[in-house]
């Protein structure tokens, strides 16, 4: 998905908040405690993994990881993940309101098979750390850096990985803290000793939707196919059967999709709300999901399902009575 361009904003933010801001031009922590930490144990685990998501897990090694889809036998996705591969374990990093979905759906298939699942989230702390100066923040802290998106490295009774929420376009600009609950306070303490500010969830969704990052949740739900969501780094198509894997072949065989996620740089201040169709010429073109004023951009800026004649980069629609262009 395209994302927009990081113009020299110095001066522009000067009245923009302090943690958006520090998201967009240097660093800021946000809390991602209430995320799902799901810890997958047993001879087995490999294997069932590899059979329930869309990524290729069987070849993942320690320190590795990647992001994937859980589907039904339709090619509806179910929920999405972080995959973290660990010598004697894999954790899956989930939203908040699929991780008992995602916990129910695997143990639901769990039969003959070495595999124990573990609801770790409650005694879990995650810190998110992002923007273009997180790398620095990082070292500041003392922490080891993980180099590949989605790889993990451990910081003493830590781990810090690789990934980010906010879809800062440089895809390895941000990192996941993840450590005890009763280490939390603590690590705030090191953070504001550091000068790293706080950035809340409506800073996060505000960078996250003028990057273009979707969200499960939001802007992709079980009413979604694979390639509607245009996350295809969440699917390995050589990786062989896995539940819901025949429809995404289908889709992938014969191109056919009708509309897929766009981004749109829309000429108002006026947020459409979620659920809005718009049409340009009296043609269907798309259906908004989600959508945010830029304080960068001095516009909203709104994820869509643009219908696939619509959907090129440039091509510009009306949103209502606002002009708008695909980003």
Request: aromatic fraction near 10%; charge should be positive; hydrophobic fraction near 35%.
């Given at each position: 998905m395209d994302v927009i361009s990081s113009p020299d904003t110095t001066g522009i933010l000067r009245d923009a908040t302090?943690?958006?801001r520090s998201l967009r031009e240097h660093a800021a922590w946000l809390?991602?405690?209430?995320?799902?930490k799901i810890r997958m144990t047993g001879e087995d685990r490999a294997r069932l993994l590899h059979a329930m998501a869309t990524q290729h897990v069987q070849q993942m090694k320690p320190g590795e990881g990647g992001y994937a889809f859980f589907l039904n036998a339709q090619?509806?996705?179910?929920?999405?993940?972080?995959?973290?591969c660990f010598e004697d374990y894999f954790l899956l990093d989930t939203e908040p309101d699929t991780r008992a979905?995602?916990?129910e759906h695997l143990d639901r298939y769990i039969i003959a098979d070495d595999v124990t699942l573990a609801d770790e989230s409650a005694s879990t702390a995650t810190i998110g750390i992002e923007g273009p100066e997180s790398t620095p923040v990082l070292e500041k802290l003392g922490a080891p850096?993980?180099?590949?998106?989605?790889?993990?490295?451990s910081w003493g009774d830590r781990i810090v990985a690789r990934v980010n929420s906010t879809g800062e376009p440089d895809s390895t600009a941000g990192f996941q803290?993840?450590?005890?609950?009763?280490?939390k306070p603590k690590f705030l303490e090191e953070l504001a000793q550091a000068g790293v500010v706080q950035a809340s969830p409506e800073e996060a969704r505000v960078v996250r939707i003028e990057h273009g990052r979707p969200r499960y949740g939001e802007e992709i739900t079980e009413r979604y196919l694979v390639q509607e969501t245009g996350q295809l780094q969440a699917v390995?198509?050589?990786?062989?059967?896995?539940?819901?894997?025949?429809?995404?072949?289908?889709?992938?065989?014969?191109a056919q999709i009708h509309r897929v996620l766009r981004r749109l740089e829309i000429e108002t201040g006026n947020l459409p709300q979620a659920g809005l169709k718009f049409s340009t010429n009296g043609t269907d073109a798309g259906e908004i999901a989600s959508s945010a004023y830029s304080p960068a951009l001095h516009k909203t800026v709104a994820l869509a399902y643009m219908r696939t004649a619509f959907a090129e980069p440039g091509t510009e629609v009306t949103v209502g009575e606002s002009q708008a262009k695909v980003g």
């Open positions: 302090p943690g958006y809390d991602l405690s209430q995320r799902g090619g509806r996705i179910l929920g999405d993940a972080n995959l973290f979905k995602i916990f850096v993980p180099e590949a998106a989605y790889a993990t490295k803290v993840v450590l005890s609950a009763d280490q390995h198509f050589n990786k062989g059967c896995y539940l819901g894997q025949e429809i995404v072949e289908r889709v992938r065989s014969r």
